[in-house]
């Protein structure tokens, strides 16, 4: 499964990096702006051609912008902590990261 939202968030600052505006890119990957558009708002899903024109055109690898977006569907924990991590703020994020971090130095101590 792949976390379109993070996805279309790399693909945005790929694009941004390279100082190009969604009509831009759209016009040297041969869609509408609104596609581009669509695409780094998660209201549509990417093909592979085309995330593969966008990666060249962007100059940057399609394992970068697929990097971390596959969750293992066949291990049910994993997939829940991870879509349960990907809803937390950043700051939420940080304090679960302390949090864990903690645990793992203490764990004699806090798992029984």
Request: hydrophobic content about 40%.
């Amino acid at each position: 499964m792949i976390d379109y939202k993070t996805l279309g968030s790399r693909i945005r600052d790929a694009r941004i990096a390279n100082n190009l505006t969604q009509e831009a890119l759209a016009s040297l990957i041969g869609c509408a702006p609104t596609h581009v558009s669509n695409i780094e708002n998660n209201h549509t899903k990417v093909s592979l051609p085309l995330l593969v024109e966008i990666a060249n055109v962007l100059g940057t690898g399609v394992d970068y912008l697929l990097m971390d977006q596959f969750i293992d569907l066949k291990q049910p924990l994993n997939n829940a902590l991870y879509q349960d991590f990907q809803e937390l703020s950043d700051k939420e994020k940080l304090f679960f990261l302390d949090l864990l971090k903690f645990v793992k130095e203490h764990d004699s101590v806090c798992i029984r």
